[in-house]
């Protein structure tokens, strides 16, 4: 992956390769002058920096069970590519850190794999090295000890301390002594005034700043960016949603749960799905109805694209399938739906594992392990196809943290074939009148306007408006598709199109 000095290059020069900062920093804070930056001359002093809190004595280092659960999760990020949303859970459990402790250690976790980018370009300003050259473990406590003194209340001295005690535990003493004096300097300003100095202007290099300030990389800030239009503003707000800790959606699956049953066990209802709510606070899989398979943890959006699905109407209405059914989120909808209506669906996954889980997810379906690009199904045999799309899940990177900087635009033109070579069987497998919805967590053009324009222009298939069969959302955008949003609708970036087959 390319994250810190993964694949040679760290966030600041990601940046710069896609459009970020390039040259002489602000005010004057080139490399040369990183030691003025360093010392706070031209700007105010942090209060209650670690000037002085960052020393400490002789003594054996403290062990912080919290803080070493953080930094194990990114370097297992780091060094076997793992899922931050699947291994936390994991890490806490096995070492029965609960309550506040497993609070601050998902803070720290997630809330540094969010801010590498701009971390990065701060501590390049504060280091006598660039971060790509700094030791992977050395730079990952120090970056979690950036995001300590940056973005939580946490005193300074407090998390220069903890980050020195985690450093001389977990990577050794020499180390310690080059991560308190980076700290140190660190310290000696805030985020908001840190941000002048080490993105660019906006005016002169709109791209390069959101990539810094929000800390995406530069080639996503533009898709993003593209996708809204051009519009930098919403652009901002957008990766501000980014870098929100979204709150946990649950579905109640029609038939098997209602949706009182989540409020009585909790949740308050959502803003759009009718079967949706959102968790306030605690464990979802204590919920018996999540434990029981008949509610689940899911996007709202992704709830609501599997319902404009079944609201088209339709004259025959018995057979549905869904093409690439794992892990299950929609599959479980679609199964509750369809067998409330009389209907079965067919699920369908290329993996063996993704399968079992949405065999899991559903109570009537047939989940069967095939390849949707070599269908195992006849031409025609299906009233309602629901395509979820593999995409770059840009749509969902609130959720994951560290897929940010996982995402390659190399993989891009390899992924639209795939999506158009699927949607060509979708569209195959649909009786004439019958609908295909084609779904993306990615409002990237290339994977959505792009490739549902060059299929619907075969002729085999009418494109209607996504929007009519989402009369309670608003913000959906144009038409005649419909694109979700984090900082619209508080939900991924889920595109929805829907193909009627001639």
């Known amino acids: 992956m390319n994250s810190d000095n993964r694949g040679g290059r760290s966030r600041s020069e990601q940046n710069r390769a896609g459009g ?40 054996k280092p403290v062990r912080d069970e919290a803080r070493n659960a953080a930094y194990d999760l990114m370097r297992a990020v780091d060094e076997r590519d793992a899922y931050a949303n699947l291994l936390m859970p994991t890490l806490l459990r096995q070492r029965k850190i609960g309550g506040r402790d497993a609070a601050l250690a998902t803070e720290l976790a997630y809330g540094t794999l969010r801010g590498l980018g701009t971390y990065d370009e701060i501590i390049a300003m504060c280091s006598d090295r660039p971060p790509e050259e700094v030791d992977p473990p050395l730079l990952d406590a120090i970056r ?10 946490i005193p300074a001295h407090a998390a220069v301390s903890a980050t020195i005690d985690l450093v001389r535990l977990r990577v050794g ?143 025959e209405d018995a057979r549905w399938l869904d093409m690439c059914a794992g892990p299950g989120g929609k599959a479980g909808l679609l199964d509750a739906v369809a067998t409330q209506r009389g209907a079965r669906l ?22 069967v392990v095939a390849d949707g690009t070599e269908p195992a199904w006849r031409p025609g045999a ?20 560290e897929a940010r900087w996982r995402r390659d635009p190399r993989s891009i033109p390899e992924l639209t074939a795939l999506q158009r070579r699927l949607l060509g069987v979708a569209l195959d497998a649909v009786r004439p009148g019958g609908v295909v919805a084609y779904v993306t967590c990615s409002p990237h053009l290339a994977e959505t306007r792009a490739v549902v324009g060059d299929l619907a222009g075969d002729g085999r298939a009418e494109i209607l408006d996504a929007r009519e069969y989402l009369p309670e959302v608003p913000g959906l955008g144009d038409g005649p598709f419909a694109q979700f949003w984090p900082h619209r609708h508080g939900t991924d970036a889920m595109f929805l199109a829907l193909l009627r087959r001639r």
């Open 20 to 59: 970020g900062p390039t040259g002489q920093r602000r005010g004057g804070q080139d490399r040369a002058g990183q030691d003025r930056a360093g010392q706070g001359r031209g700007g105010p002093q942090r209060r209650g920096g670690a000037g002085q809190g960052g020393r400490r004595g002789p003594g």
């Open 144 to 153: 979690l000890g950036v995001h300590q003194l940056l973005r939580t209340r």
């Open 173 to 315: 003493s020499g180390p310690a002594r080059y991560a308190n004096a980076v700290l140190r300097k660190v310290a000696t300003r805030t985020m908001e005034e840190w941000l002048p100095i080490v993105a660019p202007p906006r005016e002169d290099d709109p791209v390069g700043n959101l990539a810094v300030s929000y800390s995406h990389p530069a080639w996503i800030v533009t898709a993003l960016r593209d996708a809204l239009g051009g519009d930098v503003e919403e652009t901002a707000a957008l990766l501000a949603a980014d870098n929100d800790r979204p709150r946990v959606a649950l579905v109640a699956r029609p038939g098997r749960c209602s949706l009182d049953e989540l409020v009585a066990a909790g949740a308050e209802p959502a803003a759009y799905s009718p079967y949706g709510a959102y968790l306030r606070e605690g464990d979802p899989g204590a919920i018996r109805a999540i434990g029981e398979a008949r509610a689940a943890v899911q996007d709202e959006a992704s709830q609501l694209v599997a319902l404009a699905l079944t609201r088209v109407p339709l004259e």
């Open 346 to 367: 067919l699920g369908a996954d290329v993996q063996y594992h993704r399968a079992r889980l949405a065999w899991q997810a559903t109570a009537e379906a047939k989940i």
């Open 382 to 401: 299906f009233d309602r196809v629901m395509l979820d799309a593999p995409c770059t899940g840009l749509g969902a990177l609130r959720r994951r943290p």
